[in-house]
């Protein structure tokens, strides 16, 4: 029987059909851009959530990790954050993501920009991480609660592996009040199937439920349309981007994400917890 996780795997990784070509194509980009390879350069492709780098860099900023603080990237992805998080704040990150594929992208430019050792990548299930108690200085989360069903056994895991004291740090898409429907797909679903979106409050309710002290939670939806915008413009046919990894169909789900955050459909959300 398919689960949800593997739905949700399966989304990620459906344009995916060989990832030694895949790591070689992205290799020989890498290749043609001048070093050193930082997160500015890499950007387009591993800054995947609306408003890529610019996003990042602004939750980034409310949170400052020090330097050599462990921070957990829950739903780590292709690991732009993870790399952007270690090379301006010196931050010791280790990322976990459901998707095979994505690690081994992750992987590889982390390894390319020079951050191997400072930032490592794994394969696991944010319900059930790999990790013993009390291990992070903070967790950091991007897009990534959208599509997990068990919000409490995912908060209960974050909670779990922080530091007391330590800090959960979450930039995600939120229902709107009212759940209105969704136009599909969209760049995290194909359908209803396997989105799961939570209100502002019902999110707030989760995460102090599994013992986390909600500091902020703001609607960062015009201030998204901000970042969006400080991207640039599309990039030239043949060059690597979010769409490399997703194939064809990005460019239809971004335009839904768009449509639907416009019409109030589903809006953005910035928060920090403190583990109380």
Do not use: C
């Not at 991480?129 to 990534?144: G, I, K, S």
């Not at 779990?160 to 009040?177: H, M, N, Q, T, W």
């Not at 194939?247 to 928060?271: C, D, I, P, S, T």
């Amino acid at each position: 029987m398919t689960s949800h996780a593997d739905i949700v795997r399966d989304h990620y990784q459906a344009a995916i059909v060989d990832r030694a070509a895949l790591l070689a194509r992205l290799s020989a980009a890498i290749d043609s851009m001048e070093p050193p390879i930082d997160a500015r350069k890499l950007a387009p492709l591993d800054q995947f959530h609306m408003g890529g780098l610019a996003a990042t860099v602004a939750v980034a900023a409310r949170v400052a990790p020090r330097r050599g603080a462990r921070v957990l990237d829950a739903g780590s992805g292709l690991g732009g954050p993870a790399r952007y998080l270690a090379e301006t704040f010196g931050a010791e990150v280790e990322g976990v993501d459901l998707s095979p594929d994505y690690v081994a992208v992750a992987e590889l430019l982390t390894e390319r920009a020079g951050l191997t050792g400072q930032v490592t990548f794994r394969e696991g299930d944010l319900t059930r991480l790999p990790f013993e108690n009390a291990r992070f200085d903070l967790v950091w989360t991007q897009h990534v609660a959208m599509n997990i069903a068990d919000r409490a056994g995912l908060y209960g895991e974050l909670r779990r592996v922080l530091k007391p004291g330590g800090r959960l740090a979450f930039y995600d898409p939120i229902a709107a009040d009212g759940h209105p429907e969704l136009i599909y797909p969209v760049p995290w679903a194909v359908s209803a199937e396997t989105t799961t979106l939570l209100t502002a409050a019902e999110t707030r309710e989760v995460v102090e439920s599994a013992g986390f002290r909600v500091a902020t939670l703001e609607d960062v939806t015009e201030e998204a349309f901000g970042w969006a915008a400080q991207q640039g413009p599309p990039a030239q046919p043949g060059a690597v981007n979010a769409g490399t990894i997703v194939g064809a169909r990005m460019a239809e789900m971004a335009a839904n994400f768009g449509k639907n955050l416009r019409e109030g459909r589903v809006r953005l959300m910035a928060g920090i917890a403190n583990a109380a």
